[in-house]
């Protein structure tokens, strides 16, 4: 992800909020050998192994470049893409740029290959999320969203990066996720770009309420559990 968000008290803010700062790295789910399509319980991740990925229209690197990622991202987290399918040495991958929802070729040989059997799934009109593993439940948590002039986006997403706040009484709460989201009514926020977070919260009276710029607040201590769990590329399905 290009910019790290969380909420201060009813928003979104960049990786330079002092507030922020880089977390310890994140579990990193066994390495992939076998093919996309021999891996149907699993999200594949693909992280970036070269200081630049380009992303094209089709799996062709003559076909329009769609993008060009830096690797590792501004805050020093290692550039990570949630993998969609597998063709040949190629890897269609959604791509944390706007639009939401974009998806891109990358070269097989750019990145390396892992898994992760956890999912998240936030249902908006319920303000719950709910974490899996292996078809399991493992959190069932109720989330604060976005309001109705800056609604949490819908859509499917990934976790980019963690930051862990220096002061985890603060506005972020203890640790905050930086998804593969925007922002669709902002394109700016703070200095960033509108990048929707997922974080704790000093506020925990907000949660099961409207209230952030699309950002997603958890309770401190459900998102200290995730810590240890959830590896970046983790996929994000919003639904209202």
């Known amino acids: ?63 329009p470049r769609l993008a060009a990622l830096a690797n590792p991202i501004p805050t020093g987290s290692p550039l990570v893409f949630q993998v969609l399918e597998q063709r040949d040495e190629w890897l269609r991958v959604l791509l944390p740029v706007r639009p939401n929802g974009s998806s891109g070729w990358i070269s097989l040989g750019d990145v390396s290959l892992a898994s992760t059997p956890y999912r998240i799934e936030i249902d ?17 948590a109720v989330i604060a969203i976005g309001t109705g002039d800056t609604p949490t986006p819908l859509g499917d997403f990934y976790l980019t990066e963690l930051l862990q706040p220096p002061d985890p009484t603060g506005p972020y709460g203890s640790f905050a996720y930086g998804l ?24 925990p009276e907000s949660l099961g309420t409207d209230v952030s710029h699309g950002c997603v607040r958890i309770e401190n201590e459900v998102i200290e559990s995730l810590v240890p769990l959830l590896p970046l590329g983790t996929p994000v399905e919003i639904r209202a």
């Open 1 to 63: 992800m290009v910019v790290a968000t969380a909420t201060v008290a009813a928003g979104c803010a960049t990786a330079a909020d002092p507030l922020l700062a880089p977390a310890p790295p994140p579990p990193v789910g066994p390495t992939v050998e076998l093919t996309i399509a021999e891996q149907p319980r699993v999200t594949v991740v693909a992280t970036a192994e070269v200081s630049e990925v380009s992303a094209y229209r089709d799996p062709d690197a003559s076909s």
């Open 124 to 140: 908006t009109s319920d303000h719950r999320m709910v974490v899996w593993e292996d078809g399991q439940v493992v959190v069932d």
């Open 180 to 203: 593969s989201g925007f922002s669709e009514t902002l394109t700016e926020f703070r200095g960033g770009d509108g990048v929707i977070g997922l974080h704790g919260t000093n506020e």
